[in-house]
């Protein structure tokens, strides 16, 4: 008789606002960070020049890695192997994804499938280190065009060890039936760094939804 798949555990995966004030925002991440548990953490500053990309790599990767949160870039595998990030996320229109595989080496490669099994067996079998679907709610912080069932992550984590993420609208109190469908990280913008108490309090409440769907 088949065994139930075991459960994997869920953590937190956090991505920048798109736009931040590095005047402020190293500290707002530190205070975050040290308020519960964060597995990674992605800089995404959409559409902002190379050089304040740059900047930014600079002033948060150490808040990251000396946490021991996995500090991924979003978009560019390049820029993030030149500058000790811990990998890299892309999209379908983020360049050659094997490419980017052979030039990550041992680093981490996230590759956006959307709702696409199809996609997500394709990412797989090239060697990407998880898959992201999203986005499962609406969400202000994106255009976001595909709208994944709870099915595709239930289908994933019961027949791949590949992680899985789940993104796109995901607060603490929606995000139950994520967890329980078997989604291994739940990336979030909104919910934390528009919490009304907060970044921190966002972390907190975050890993406390998280901790009680899992039961
Ligand atoms: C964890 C995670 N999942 C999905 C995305 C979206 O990536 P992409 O489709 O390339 O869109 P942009 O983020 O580049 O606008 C992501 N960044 N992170
Ligand atoms: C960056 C991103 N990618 C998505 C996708 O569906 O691929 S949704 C999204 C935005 C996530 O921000 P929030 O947690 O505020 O909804
Ligand atoms: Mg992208």
């Given at each position: 008789m088949p065994h139930p798949p075991e459960p994997r555990g869920c953590r937190l995966y956090l991505v920048t606002p798109p736009r931040i004030d590095l005047a402020t925002f190293p500290d707002t991440l530190a205070r975050a960070l040290d308020a519960g548990d964060v597995a990674c953490l992605q800089l995404r500053l959409k559409d902002a020049p190379e050089d304040e990309v740059l900047r930014a790599i600079d002033a948060l990767r150490p808040l990251a890695q000396s946490r021991d949160v996995a500090f991924l870039l979003n978009d560019d595998a390049e820029l993030a192997a030149r500058t000790g990030c811990d990998g890299a996320h892309l999209g379908q229109e983020d360049g050659d994804h094997a490419a980017a595989r052979a030039l990550l080496r041992e680093a981490t490669l996230g590759i956006t499938c959307h709702d696409s099994r199809h996609l997500a067996m394709r990412a797989g079998e090239m060697g990407a280190d998880y898959v992201a679907f999203g986005a499962f709610f609406p969400t202000t912080t994106k255009d976001a065009r595909h709208r994944p069932e709870l099915e595709i992550l239930e289908w994933w984590s019961s027949i791949f060890e590949i992680p899985c993420v789940a993104i796109g609208g995901i607060t603490a109190a929606n995000c139950a039936p994520l967890v329980r469908a078997g989604a291994d990280f739940l990336a979030v913008v909104g919910?934390?760094?528009?919490?009304p108490e907060g970044p921190a309090a966002g972390v907190r409440a975050m890993n406390e939804a998280i901790a009680a769907a899992e039961g």
């Open positions: 919910a934390v760094w528009s919490h």
